[in-house]
């Protein structure tokens, strides 16, 4: 029996080890489950004694790994290569916006509420304050917000 222990503990450890290669839960569940298998047959075909040791051997075992991933795997080659890395420079406006405010243009497309206008040659994603208006539509930009504006019907 305590190579069935054994057996069932190594493989527990292995398919944790391999979740953290493998897309899903379903390795680190299995895993899981046999190691919690191997305590149970510790606890009940070799006694207390054995059942504490193959508990504290897999706790141990579980917290290594956990920690191993946290603090080791992501400055290993292979974990940089499986971990994003790339940093977004880009900024919370669309370049050339800013100056658009308090320009007036006209709608190309229906604004239900959102759509394209054309502001000075230029195509901008646009949205109203919650008005429907028509393609056509002569259109005030009050404000930039992120890669679009917000308009008003010009009156």
Same mark, same amino acid.
Not at 45 to 53: P, Q, R, S, V
Not at 77 to 97: E, H, I, K, N, V
Not at 113 to 129: F, M, N, Y
């Given at each position: 029996?305590?190579?069935?222990?054994?057996?069932? #503990? !190594?493989?527990?450890? /292995?398919?944790? @080890?391999?979740?953290?290669?493998?897309? +899903?839960?379903? *390795? =680190?569940? $299995?895993? #899981? !489950?046999?190691?919690? /298998?191997?305590? @149970?047959?510790?606890?009940?075909?070799? +006694?207390?004694? *054995? =059942?504490? $040791?193959?508990?504290?051997?897999?706790? /141990?075992?579980?917290?290594?790994?956990?920690?191993?991933?946290?603090?080791?795997?992501?400055?290993?080659?292979?974990?940089?290569?499986?971990?994003?890395?790339?940093?977004?420079?880009?900024?919370?406006?669309?370049?050339?916006?800013?100056?658009?405010?308090?320009?007036?243009?006209?709608?190309?497309?229906?604004?239900?509420?959102?759509?394209?206008?054309?502001?000075?040659?230029?195509?901008?994603?646009?949205?109203?304050?919650?008005?429907?208006?028509?393609?056509?539509?002569?259109?005030?930009?009050?404000?930039?917000?992120?890669?679009?504006?917000?308009?008003?019907?010009?009156?």
């Amino acid at each position: 029996m305590t190579s069935t222990v054994i057996a069932l #503990a !190594i493989a527990g450890v /292995a398919l944790l @080890f391999l979740e953290m290669f493998l897309p +899903g839960i379903i *390795a =680190g569940v $299995i895993g #899981a !489950i046999l190691l919690i /298998a191997a305590v @149970f047959n510790a606890y009940y075909d070799l +006694g207390a004694a *054995a =059942g504490n $040791i193959t508990l504290l051997a897999a706790s /141990a075992a579980t917290a290594g790994l956990w920690w191993f991933w946290a603090t080791k795997f992501q400055h290993t080659r292979f974990g940089r290569r499986m971990t994003l890395t790339a940093a977004d420079t880009g900024t919370a406006q669309a370049a050339g916006l800013a100056e658009l405010a308090g320009q007036t243009g006209t709608a190309i497309t229906p604004l239900r509420p959102s759509g394209t206008i054309l502001v000075g040659g230029k195509r901008v994603d646009a949205i109203t304050g919650g008005d429907f208006l028509e393609r056509g539509t002569s259109v005030r930009i009050v404000r930039v917000e992120g890669t679009g504006v917000i308009v008003h019907r010009c009156d």
